[in-house]
């Protein structure tokens, strides 16, 4: 995503993505929604560590 898209753009997204689901996981419904936003909340973060030293060596 980060070749595709941009890696500033691709930190972006991660951002916004990490508070959506931030705010999912603060106020879930049922377990399955929180396990669900729990998930992408990981996914969010393991995209942002992964940019971010992209974007800093380059």
Known sequence: MADKVSRKR???ISRSV???RALGCALPISVPM???????????MGTATFVAPLSISK
């Not at 929180?34 to 969010?44: A, H, Q």
């Open 34 to 44: 929180l396990i669900g936003f729990r998930f992408l909340l990981g996914v969010s």
């Open 10 to 12: 691709t930190k972006v």
């Open 18 to 20: 990490y508070v959506l």
